[in-house]
C-alpha cells in the first residue's frame, strides 16, 4: 500500500477524521464516501448486513398504527381511495410519497442509511426487479416476509409472480404492478406488421428506432436478438449481445437511448418503432386516442415487476405488512388497476372491473372495459408464455455486466 | 466574432448619424440599424421556449401530453395547485432560494466586506478558492458533495439542498460586495470616525448603506441560482423534491400543464420586475 | 492622551483581527463543503473495491487509465461541444451587449432584463420546451414541412446541433453580463476619439474598442466555458445516440452503476483538465482581474 501525503494533506485529513471518524462509522461508511477522509483508514469495509431468519425478525414487532409508503410518480389515484379503505379498515395512518424517480438514484440515496442500519423514512417502497434490488437482497437490507400474514397474497397472486427467478417464493418481496417490456410501433410511419425483435435491426428504420439507455433492458433485447434466454445467460451470450448492440448501432438504426421519455417521440414520428412498456402504449392509446402498437415479439420480451418491500430497518414494518396484504385484495387491486393500466398480479380483479364496467354507464363503462379486455393489462396464455426473467445481474457480476451495455448507450 | 466586426462598428455610427449629421454628412444616409436587427432576433430566440410554455399553458388537453394545440382553457389556472408534489416542490425550491440568499448574503457580505479593505494572510488562497468553486463544474460538486455528505453520516435532503447551495452561491456573493468596497470612497467614512463615530456605528450608518445595492444584487443572484439548480440538486436532494426535480421526474409520464401555469407565473413575476424597473429607472432619469 | 493611545492600540488589533472574524465563516463553510468534498473524490479515485466488499485505498492509478481509455472520446466530445457552445455564445452574445451598451440609450437596463428574463424559467423546463419545439413534426418543422418549405425527412432534435444550440442558448447571460459590464463602463469619449483618429469604423472597432472589451470576452468565456462541457441536461434531452457527454458519464457511473472509484476518476479528469486550462487562462490575465469583471 502506497500512500504518499503531503504534510498539509496530512494535516488535512488529520483534522477532519480524528475527531469524527471512530470505528463504527468507519464500518457504516457507505460506498460513496469511502472518500477523502479514509485516507488515514486505508479503506472502507463491506456494506452488508446482517441477515434475520423471518422468525427472528418478525418476533418483538407490533402494529404503531402508522406506515410511511414511497412509491412511483402517479402510481396511485390521486386521491388514493384505496389508502383510505386500508386506514378506514384497520385505523392505521399511511403516509404516501412519491420518491421514487428511478431504482438507482433511489438505492443510491437509501443505500448509506441501511448500511449504517439506520431507517430510512419510509417502511414500505416500491423497486423493480434489476440490480439493485438484487443488491438490497444480497446485502440483507430487506425484512424476511412473514407468509403467515399474507394470505390475501397466498389465496389471489398469480402463480407466475410466486416463482420469479430474481425472488423464488416470496422471501423479500411481491409484486406491486408488472408490466412486459417489448415493442412498439407508430403504423402511421410503419406500414408493415412489426412481429420480432429483428425488426429492430432492419435498416429501413434508420434513425427511427428507439432504445432503453436501461443496460438491463437493453442487455435482454441484445440477447433476444441473439437467441438466448437472459434469465439463463452468461458472460459470453453477454459480450455477443452487446456486439450485436454495437452493430444496431453502428447501422445508424438508433435514434436515442431513452430513459423513460420514449412516448411522446413515438406519438409524434420522430421515432417510428422502439423498445417500450405495456401500460405506456395501454395508457398513451387510451387518453391521447393514438394508435400505437404494442407486440411481444416472438423471440420473447420481458416480464418485470415493481414489487413491494420492507426495509430491515423499517420502523412500522408489521403495519407496512398489512398494508402489501391489503393491496392484494381483488377490490383494491381492481381499484388500483383501473388506474395504473399496468399488469396486476391479481387476475382475479378482472372479473371485478367487468361488474363494475356492467353497473357503470357512458366513459367510465368504456374506460372499465378497455382496461379488463386488453392483453396489456391481462397477458394472455400465449403471451405470457414468451415471457422471460431478467439477466440475473447481482453485486459480483455488475462489473462484467453494466460497462458492456454502457458502452453502448453512452458512446 | 466576424459578426461582431461587421454589425458592432455599425452602431455606434448609426448612433453618430442621428445625433452629429452636421459633423458627419456621410451619415446623413440613414443606414439601417443591424445591430437592433440582430438583437431583436437574438430576443425572438431566447423567447421562443417561454412562448411555448405560455401558449401551451392554456391547451385544453385530454390526456397526459402536452404538445399539440387542442382548444383553449384556464381550466389549469384555476387548478394550478392539482398536485400536492408539485406545491410541495415548488414551495422547497422558494424557501431554500430564500434561505440561500439569506445566508450567502451574509456569509458573502463578510468575504466581500474583508477581500477588499484588508491585507491578510490566506487572501490570495481565499481568492483561489473562491475562483475554483464557482468555475467548478456542477457535476463535480454534486459528485464531490454527495460523497461529502454520506461521510458525515448527513442523511440527504432538505438541509444537504441548503448547504449545496450556499457553497455554490457565496463566492457570487462576495465578489459582488468586494467590487463594492473596492471603490468606495474611504473619505466618506474617515469623516463619521472623524466626528466621533465609534467603528461599530460608521459601519452601521455609513458602510452598510453604502453596501446595500451590492449586497442586494449578490443575493438576487445566490436566490437565482439557487432557484435554477437541477445538476447539483439531483445529486444532494435525497428523497427532497424541487422544482426543477420534479418537472425532470414527470417527463416519464407527460409534463402535466400545471408546470406550464406555475412558469408562467414565475415569468409573469419575473415581467412585473422589469416593469417596475424600467418605469423606476425612467423616473429617475428625468 | 493615555486614553487616547489605550484606544488606538485597541483599535490597530480588532484591525489586524478583524479580516479573520470577517472571513471565517466563509471560509469554513467552503472548506467543509467545497475543499473537503473535492479532496475527498481524489481520494476516492485513487481506491478499489466494490458495494458488498468494501472498498480500499490502494493508491490505484489504474482507475485513471481505465476512465481516460474508456472514455476519451467522451471527454474530448464534451470539450468540443462546450467550445462550440461558448464560440457560439461569443458570436450572438457580443453583438447583443455591443449594441446594448452602445445604443441601447435610455433603454439600457429595459433591454438588458428582456435578455434575462427568459431565465426566470427553469432551466429544465426551456431545454424541455426545446425538445418539443424542435420536435420532427413538431409545431415548428412539421409546420415548414407541410408548407413544403423542408423535405419531410429532415430533423434537427437528437443531433449534435441541437446539443450545441441548446447549450448555447442555456447560457448565453453567462457571455452578455460581462461583456456588456466592460462596455458600458468604457469611455464613450474614447470611441468618439477612435472614430476621429482611424479612418474606419473596423479600424476603431479593431483598434480601441475590442482589446479594452477582451477581459469581459475572457470572464464569459469561462463562465460558459465550464458549465456547457460539464452539463448532461442539454445532451440528454436534446442529444442523440451520439451525442452523449461526460457529465451524464458521471452521473451514471455514480448513481447506476454505483462504480464509484471510476466515477471519481472521471469526474477529477474532468475537473483537471478545465481548471488547468481556466487558471493558466487566468493567470496570463489575473484572477482578480477575470473575478471582478464577472462581478458585474
Known sequence: ?411 | ?286 | MTMAATREGKRGRTARLAPYALVLPGWLWLALFFVAPIASVISMSLMTGGLAAGYTFTFEIGNYARAVELYWEQILRSLLYGGLATLLCVAIGYPVAYWIAFKGGAYKSTYLLLVLLPFFVSFVLRTISWGFILSDNGVVLGTLKSLGLLPGDFGVLNSATAVVFGLAYNFLPFMVLPIYAVLERMDHGVVEAAHDLYAGRVQAFVRVVLPMSLPGVFAGVIMVFIPTSADYVNATVLGGADNTMIGKVIQTQYLVNNAYPLAAAITFILMAALLIGIFSYAKALGTEQVMEVQAR
Open chain 2, 1 to 286: 466574432m466576424t459578426t461582431a466586426t461587421e454589425t458592432g462598428p455599425g452602431a455606434p455610427d448609426a448612433g453618430a448619424s442621428a445625433t452629429g449629421s452636421v459633423r458627419r454628412p456621410r451619415g446623413a444616409r440613414r443606414r439601417p440599424d443591424w445591430g437592433k436587427y440582430f438583437t431583436w432576433t437574438v430576443l425572438c430566440w431566447l423567447f421562443a421556449p417561454i412562448a411555448f410554455m405560455v401558449v401551451f399553458s392554456f391547451n385544453d388537453i385530454a390526456g397526459r401530453h402536452n404538445v399539440t394545440w387542442e382548444g383553449f382553457t384556464l381550466r389549469w389556472y384555476s387548478d394550478a395547485f392539482a398536485y400536492p408534489d408539485l406545491n410541495v416542490a415548488l414551495l422547497n425550491t422558494v424557501t431554500i432560494a430564500v434561505l440561500t440568499m439569506l445566508i450567502a448574503g451574509f456569509l458573502g457580505t463578510l468575504l466581500g466586506l474583508a477581500l477588499g479593505r484588508y491585507r491578510f494572510l490566506g487572501q490570495s488562497a481565499t481568492n483561489l478558492v473562491m475562483f475554483s468553486a464557482i468555475s467548478a463544474p456542477e457535476v463535480v460538486l454534486g459528485a464531490s458533495l454527495l460523497s461529502m455528505f454520506l461521510t458525515m453520516n448527513l442523511a440527504v435532503g432538505y438541509w444537504t439542498i441548503l448547504i449545496a447551495h450556499v457553497m455554490f452561491s457565496v463566492s457570487f456573493v462576495a465578489i459582488t460586495v468586494r467590487a463594492r468596497v473596492l471603490t468606495m470612497d474611504p473619505s466618506v467614512e474617515e469623516a463619521a470616525r472623524d466626528l466621533g463615530a465609534t467603528p461599530l456605528t460608521t459601519f452601521r450608518l455609513v458602510t452598510l448603506p453604502l453596501l446595500v445595492p451590492a449586497i442586494t444584487s449578490g443575493g438576487l443572484i445566490a436566490f437565482a441560482l439557487s432557484v435554477d439548480d437541477f445538476i447539483i440538486t439531483s445529486f444532494v436532494s435525497g428523497s427532497t423534491q424541487t422544482f426543477p426535480l420534479w418537472i425532470w421526474g414527470s417527463t416519464r409520464v407527460g409534463i402535466p400543464p400545471q408546470v406550464n401555469v406555475m412558469g408562467t407565473l414565475i415569468f409573469g413575476l419575473g415581467v412585473l420586475l422589469a416593469v417596475a424597473n424600467t418605469v423606476l429607472a425612467r423616473r429617475r432619469s428625468r
Open chain 1, 1 to 411: 500500500m502506497t500512500r504518499r501525503l503531503t504534510p498539509a494533506q496530512a494535516a488535512f485529513a488529520r483534522g477532519l477524521t480524528q475527531p469524527r471518524l471512530n470505528r463504527r462509522s468507519m464500518l457504516g461508511l457507505s460506498g460513496l464516501t469511502a472518500a477523502g477522509f479514509a485516507l488515514s483508514a486505508c479503506g472502507v469495509e463491506g456494506q452488508g448486513g446482517e441477515s434475520t431468519s423471518s422468525k427472528g425478525f418478525w418476533d418483538d414487532k407490533k402494529s404503531n398504527g402508522r406506515v410511511n409508503f414511497a412509491n412511483w410518480p402517479l402510481y396511485m389515484d390521486p386521491g388514493k381511495p384505496e389508502l383510505k379503505a386500508f386506514t378506514e379498515e384497520t385505523g392505521i395512518k399511511v403516509d404516501y410519497d412519491e420518491a421514487i424517480q428511478d431504482n438507482p438514484s433511489f438505492f443510491g440515496k437509501i443505500q448509506p442509511m441501511l448500511a449504517q442500519a439506520e431507517p430510512i423514512g419510509y417502511d414500505l417502497m416500491v423497486l423493480t426487479n434489476g440490480i439493485e434490488l438484487n443488491k438490497l437482497i444480497g446485502l440483507n437490507y430487506l425484512a424476511p416476509l412473514d407468509h403467515s400474514r399474507l394470505p390475501n397474497f397466498a389465496e389471489h397472486a398469480a402463480d407466475v409472480y410466486k416463482k420469479t427467478s430474481y425472488d423464488s417464493g416470496n422471501r423479500y418481496t411481491i409484486p406491486y404492478a408488472s408490466g412486459i417490456t417489448g415493442i412498439a410501433y407508430n403504423p402511421e410511419y410503419v406500414d408493415r406488421e412489426i412481429t420480432s425483435v429483428a425488426d429492430l435491426w432492419d435498416t429501413a428504420f434508420e434513425d427511427k428506432v428507439g432504445m432503453f439507455a436501461d443496460p438491463q433492458e437493453l442487455a435482454n433485447f441484445g440477447l433476444f436478438y441473439t437467441g438466448v434466454d437472459p434469465a439463463d445467460s452468461d458472460q459470453r451470450d453477454w459480450i455477443a449481445a452487446a456486439d450485436a448492440l454495437q452493430e444496431q448501432r453502428d447501422k445508424g438504426l438508433v435514434r436515442r437511448y431513452y430513459s423513460q421519455d420514449y412516448i411522446q417521440p413515438l406519438s409524434n414520428g420522430d421515432i417510428w418503432m422502439s423498445m417500450a412498456w405495456s401500460g405506456d402504449i395501454f395508457q398513451q392509446n387510451a387518453e391521447e386516442g393514438t394508435n400505437l402498437k404494442f407486440v411481444v415479439p416472438e423471440e420473447g420480451a420481458t416480464l418485470w415487476s415493481d414489487n413491494m418491500m420492507i426495509p430491515s430497518t423499517a420502523k412500522n414494518p408489521v403495519d407496512a405488512l398489512m398494508l402489501m396484504d391489503f393491496l392484494y385484495d381483488p377490490e383494491i387491486a381492481a381499484g388500483l388497476t383501473e388506474y395504473i393500466n399496468y399488469i396486476t398480479p391479481v387476475p382475479a380483479s378482472r372479473g371485478i372491473l367487468r361488474e363494475k364496467a356492467a353497473e357503470a354507464s357512458g366513459d367510465e363503462k368504456e374506460t372499465l372495459e378497455r382496461v379488463a379486455d386488453s392483453s396489456l393489462v391481462f397477458p394472455t396464455e400465449e403471451d405470457y408464455a414468451k415471457l422471460h426473467d431478467y439477466v440475473p445481474v447481482t453485486s459480483e457480476n455488475e462489473e462484467e455486466f453494466a460497462p458492456l451495455f454502457l458502452a453502448v448507450s453512452q458512446a
